[in-house]
C-alpha cells in the first residue's frame, strides 16, 4: 500500500536537493526545464508517494519568492532557476548537513539499496551527496561524525573505504523513514 509523503514533511534542503537533481538531469537531455513530475519522482520514496498539486504549489511559492522561473507549455509546466534560485542552491549545497535531513536520506538509501539487491548494510557517500544536494566531502564528515557515536561504520573493503550501517544506526533510519511517511 502506497501513502501520501505529506509535502509539509518535506524540508526545504530536501525540496531544492530534488529541484537540483532534476535540473541537472534536464540538462543532461537539453529539456527547457524541470516538470513538477521530475520533482515528484526524486521526493518519492519507498512506499510514499507525493501528491503533484503540494508539489506544483510549493514549487509555485519559489516562483513568486523569485527562486523559480516558470515557463508554461502543452499545458504543462516547467522550473528553471533564476539568478537568485542559483544563488539559493548553491549556498544549501555548502551548507553543514543535519541528522534531520540526514537520516532520512539514508532511509530511502537503504530501502532503495533492499529494493535493488544491493549490501543491505552499505552506504553510499555519493549516492546520498546526490540525494542531498551536497557535496560528497560532505557526507563523508557526518558519516565521520556519525561513526563516533557508533550508528555507521568505517571499513575498508577491497582497498576501498567502505561504510556501513549499524544495528543501532539502522533503528534512527527506521524512525527517520517512519516520520518522514508520518
Do not use: K
Request: net charge positive; charged share 20%; with cysteine.
Amino acid at each position: 500500500m502506497i501513502v501520501q509523503r505529506p509535502m509539509s514533511a518535506v524540508p526545504d534542503p530536501a525540496l531544492w536537493a530534488a529541484i537540483t537533481d532534476a535540473a541537472s538531469a534536464a540538462g543532461h537531455y537539453r529539456n527547457p526545464g524541470i516538470t513538477t513530475r521530475a520533482v515528484a519522482r526524486r521526493l518519492t520514496i519507498p512506499g510514499a508517494a507525493v501528491d503533484l498539486a503540494e508539489i506544483e504549489e510549493r514549487l509555485s511559492g519559489l516562483y513568486r519568492a523569485g527562486l523559480l522561473a516558470r515557463l508554461m507549455g502543452a499545458g504543462v509546466s516547467r522550473w528553471r532557476f533564476t539568478s537568485a534560485g542559483a544563488a539559493h542552491a548553491a549556498e544549501l549545497r555548502g551548507r553543514e548537513l543535519t541528522d534531520a535531513e540526514a537520516w532520512p536520506a539514508v532511509s530511502t538509501h537503504l530501502a532503495d539499496r533492499a529494493l535493488l539487491g544491493g549490501h543491505p548494510d552499505g552506504l553510499s557517500p555519493a549516492a546520498l551527496a546526490r540525494a542531498l544536494a551536497v557535496d560528497t566531502g560532505q557526507v563523508l564528515a557526518w558519516l565521520a561524525a556519525q561513526a563516533r557515536l557508533g550508528l555507521v561504520e568505517g571499513r575498508t573493503a577491497h582497498d576501498r573505504p567502505a561504510w556501513l550501517i549499524t544495528p543501532a544506526g539502522r533503528a534512527v533510519a527506521v524512525r527517520a523513514g517512519e516520520l518522514v511517511c508520518a
